[in-house]
Each structure stands twice: as C-alpha cells, then as structure tokens.
Antibody, heavy 122, light 109 residues
Framework: EVQLVESGGGLVKPGGTLRLSCAGT????????MSWVRQAPGKGLEWVGR??????????DYAAPVKGRFSISRDDSKNTVYLEINSLKMEDTAVYYCAKVFALEHLVFDYWGQGTLVSVSS | EIVLTQSPGTLSLSPGERATLSCRAS???????LAWYQQKPGQAPRLLIY???SRATGISDRFSGSGSGTDFTLTISRLEPEDFAVYYC??????????FGQGTKLEIK
C-alpha cells in the first residue's frame, strides 16, 4: 500500500524558515517524481513545485510565487522528500501536501499525503 | 500560464441524479492533458481522471471525463451520497506551472 506521510508543519513568524518532510512507502521511491501542492484555508489547490527522480536528473521546478524562497530536495536512502520554505510570508499559510507523480506521460498526482499545516503569524 | 475556470461554482443535486461539471481553459491544453480530482472536507484530493478521459485505478465507472482543446467535462452518473465533495480540474500538458481550477462544490439538494 502506498503511503505518504508529511511532517514538520507548525506556527512560524513571518520571515522564518521551515522544513517539511514527506516519507513515502509502498512504492519505488527512488524512481518516483514527487511534488508539493498547497491549499490555503478555505481555498483551492496550488501547485508549489516538483523534483524529478535521480534518473531524471533530480531537476526541480517551482511555481512563480515561491521561486527563490522554496527549495525541494530528496533523500532516496530515507525515502523522503523535503520542502524548505524560507522568508515565510503570511500568504504561505496553508496545508502542504506532498504527492507522487503518476507517470512520466501523465504528470498528475495519484497518491497524496494527509497534509501538514503551516501557519505564518506574528 | 493556463487559467482553468470551472463552472458552476456550486451544484446542488439529489442522489441518483446526473452531475455535469465544466472546466474551461484559457488556451488549448496540449495532448488533452487534463485531470480531475475529488476532495472531501479534511481529506487530501483523490485522482479521478487523467488524460481527459482515463479513469484512475479503483475509480467507479460512474465517473467519466470528456472534452478536448479548451473545454472539458466531468460527468457523474447516478450520484451516490459519497460523491458530494469539491471537484478540481488540473492541466499538466503545457509548460509550468501546472494549474488547477478554482473548484466546483457538489452539494446535496
């Protein structure tokens, strides 16, 4: 059974830094492309970024609003993908989901974690 | 960036009825790379449809997707109580970013 479990969310002051983790089991993590998607309270879904597999060059891509502040990395030895968020802003308040990319031809998200809440407030 | 506009914002129907949800793109979605997700309160989204019309693993055949270019539709035949949720479309066919529609809430009438 595929499982994705996020951790690391919490209450942070504006300007702070946070690192979210997502541990995956039940699939070949090292071959998987992984994404982060966020959802502000009561709002819709927003794609944040993606990291390809090592075989894919571990290329990272980010949405424009977060480029330069967010950084995605992975540790295949731990079956874990990370999202580091710097210079946090109040508008970064959201539930952050990690998601597994279904297939290279169909870059949709077939498995999602339960989400971790990031709250940015002074 | 491709903007996806979903309509209606809220759809009120009764169990057993047929639901038709629309997703319109601001420009053509290449290779019909459009997906649909279902999200229930407090839960993560669930993939329903990809490639505009292919059902994801384990998804009931009551869910079907259609469309091409800029106009796409998710149809749910014979609504069951568990189908009432928010539905999002997502395009993944063009260059970044992947974008989602704003969602359609399907509520019980």
């Amino acid at each position: 059974e595929v499982q994705l479990v996020e951790s690391g969310g919490g209450l942070v002051k504006p300007g702070g830094t946070l690192r979210l983790s997502c541990a995956g089991t039940g699939f070949s993590f090292s071959d998987a492309w992984m994404s982060w998607v966020r959802q502000a309270p009561g709002k819709g879904l927003e794609w944040v970024g993606r990291i390809k597999s090592k075989r894919g060059g571990e290329t990272r891509d980010y949405a424009a609003p977060v480029k330069g502040r967010f950084s995605i990395s992975r540790d295949d030895s731990k079956n874990t993908v990370y999202l580091e968020i710097n210079s946090l802003k109040m508008e970064d308040t959201a539930v952050y989901y990690c998601a597994k990319v279904f297939a290279l031809e169909h870059l949709v998200f077939d498995y999602w974690g339960q989400g971790t809440l990031v709250s940015v407030s002074s | 960036e491709i903007v996806l506009t979903q309509s209606p914002g809220t759809l009120s129907l009764s169990p057993g009825e047929r639901a038709t949800l629309s997703c319109r793109a601001s420009q053509s979605v290449s290779s019909n790379y459009l997906a649909w997700y279902q999200q229930k309160p407090g839960q993560a989204p669930r993939l329903l449809i990809y490639g505009a019309s292919s059902r994801a693993t384990g998804i009931s055949d009551r869910f079907s997707g259609s469309g091409s270019g800029t106009d796409f539709t998710l149809t749910i035949s014979r609504l069951e109580p568990e189908d009432f949720a928010v539905y999002y479309c997502q395009q993944y066919g063009n260059s970044f970013p992947y974008t989602f529609g704003q969602g359609t809430k399907l509520e019980i009438k």
